[in-house]
């Protein structure tokens, strides 16, 4: 019964590296550094790519010329290649009321169906002109509104790497792989994904994240891995709503503190 219980809890435990904001300007010193960590230990990413960068932050960042080259060389290594929004420019405020309650600025929170469908038509036909086959999707700052979610589905994107709870699930006839934390922490149990920036990251962030995965790598899974899992049960459905209020909750009870400290 005991041994039965451990494979049970193995079998529903893993994360997925998902590294935000991969585009032709950005840290190309820590990409090149993660991708001899990720072929070290046999690792499959899931790459957020920005179709038409515009955001002006990463525009500043070292340029690749072979950018599209390396993404399709990425894609023959079987590591998954998601598209993070369109532009990455944020023209819309949520005040939390995203699908999500996530806050902040938005790329498509707020913009008409239309006008988001048009955003993702129009990455995916930068994709397929460069041969990049995709199959999942994640807005810029995790904002999404009902209208995102069906120009999605109408474009035929199933998958959205965000969300919370601990084990993926299917929701407004779309598959979502949670994504609860900022930083890279293994859980004892739940299907989770990364968001990790490496533009952002210092040199002691990179070698946090190297001894991370050397101390974790046998509990990395890939994107057809973690899409596997994606369950309808009740019980799991219980599980992610429970995570969902306490996750909410922790936030919130963050926000107020640091609203205290800087007042």
């Not at 995102?148 to 998958?159: D, M, S, V």
């Not at 990395?220 to 596997?228: E, G, K, M, Y």
Request: glycine share 6%; with cysteine.
């Amino acid at each position: 019964m005991i041994k039965f219980i451990k494979n049970k809890l193995l079998s529903n435990t893993g994360m997925l590296i998902r590294l935000d904001d991969i585009a032709e300007n950005m840290n190309w010193q820590f990409m090149d550094e993660c991708e001899i960590l990720f072929d070290k230990y046999n690792i499959k990413p899931l790459l957020g790519v920005i179709p038409n960068n515009e955001d002006k932050e990463l525009l500043l960042l070292p340029k690749n010329a072979k950018f599209w080259e390396k993404v399709g060389y990425w894609q023959n290594k079987k590591w998954e290649i998601a598209m993070h929004g369109y532009s990455h420019l944020y023209e819309k405020k949520t005040n939390k009321l995203d699908f999500f309650n996530h806050g902040g600025n938005s790329e498509f929170f707020g913009q008409t169906f239309d006008v988001q469908k048009e955003k993702i038509k129009k990455g995916l036909e930068i994709f397929k002109e460069k041969g990049i086959h995709i199959r999942s999707f994640f807005a810029p700052n995790h904002t999404y509104d009902l209208n995102t979610l069906k120009a999605l589905k109408e474009c035929g994107i199933q998958n959205i790497i965000d969300g919370y709870g601990l084990i993926p699930y299917k929701e407004n006839g779309l598959n979502f792989i949670p994504q609860l934390f900022y930083r890279v922490f293994m859980l004892p149990y739940g299907i989770q994904s990364t968001s990790i920036h490496l533009n952002l990251w210092s040199n002691s962030d990179m070698k946090n994240f190297k001894n991370f995965i050397m101390n974790n790598h046998k509990k990395i899974i890939s994107f057809d891995v973690a899409i596997n899992k994606v369950s309808d049960k009740k019980f799991f459905k219980l599980l992610n709503l429970s995570t969902k209020i306490i996750i909410k909750f922790i936030r919130s009870i963050r926000l107020i503190f640091t609203k205290k400290e800087n007042a």
